[in-house]
């Protein structure tokens, strides 16, 4: 990395979610229902949601990853979370995206997916 690209000492890898917005906490229970289909747990409490990104007009963008680059619904995962935001009454559009950066890690996960998985 070249010293202009390198992110500003303090600046966040993953940028803060709309967690203001009144529709947030239904996005949120909406990604809940989203389970990668290898492990019991949502993708919610995987920490695969990185950022819920919503718009006064209630545009919402969710940026997330997926636990490897391999993983098999990796073409899909993103599909089944817009299907489940999507419906959502007062949500105008959903846009998802796909990212590797940072990397998901296992410190990611919840308490709860962690004592779901049997980490704690």
């Given at each position: 990395?070249t010293?202009?690209?390198?992110?500003?000492?303090?600046t966040p890898?993953?940028?803060?979610?709309?967690t203001?917005?009144p529709l947030?906490?239904?996005?949120?229970?909406a990604?809940?229902?989203?389970?990668?289909?290898?492990?019991?747990v949502?993708i919610?409490e995987?920490?695969?949601?990185?950022?819920?990104e919503?718009?006064e007009?209630?545009d919402?963008?969710?940026?997330?990853?997926l636990?490897?680059?391999?993983?098999?619904v990796a073409?899909?995962?993103?599909g089944?979370?817009?299907?489940?935001?999507?419906p959502l009454?007062?949500?105008r559009?959903?846009?998802?995206?796909?990212?590797?950066?940072?990397?998901?890690g296992?410190?990611m996960m919840?308490?709860?997916?962690?004592l779901?998985?049997?980490?704690l």
């Amino acid at each position: 990395m070249t010293e202009s690209t390198q992110p500003l000492e303090g600046t966040p890898l993953i940028a803060p979610s709309t967690t203001d917005h009144p529709l947030y906490e239904a996005v949120t229970d909406a990604c809940r229902t989203v389970y990668d289909p290898e492990i019991p747990v949502n993708i919610y409490e995987l920490g695969l949601i990185y950022t819920i990104e919503i718009s006064e007009e209630n545009d919402v963008r969710i940026l997330m990853t997926l636990t490897a680059p391999g993983c098999p619904v990796a073409g899909d995962m993103p599909g089944w979370v817009a299907d489940a935001v999507e419906p959502l009454p007062g949500v105008r559009k959903v846009d998802v995206d796909l990212t590797w950066e940072p990397p998901w890690g296992m410190d990611m996960m919840s308490d709860e997916a962690r004592l779901e998985l049997g980490f704690l």
